[in-house]
């Protein structure tokens, strides 16, 4: 199954619904990949305005 990012959060996902944003707005593209385990402490989620850990696209 094809890997597809979330329109609103941009979490990456291989279902066809977003479990953060409850919707089936998914895009096929998109462009890298950011992987977030500690976002209290990660500048990159700071920057990126991300609040879960989990794997991100860049660029929709």
Partial sequence: MAVKA???CK???T???CPVCNT??????WKGKV???N????EIAKKLKIK???V???RL
């Fill in 39 to 42: 976002p209290e402490k990660s």
């Fill in 35 to 37: 992987i977030i385990l």
């Fill in 56 to 58: 991100y696209a860049l």
């Fill in 11 to 13: 979490r990456l996902l």
């Fill in 6 to 8: 979330c329109s609103i």
């Fill in 15 to 17: 279902k066809d619904t």
């Fill in 24 to 29: 089936s707005k998914l895009v096929d593209n």
């Fill in 52 to 54: 879960e850990a989990g």
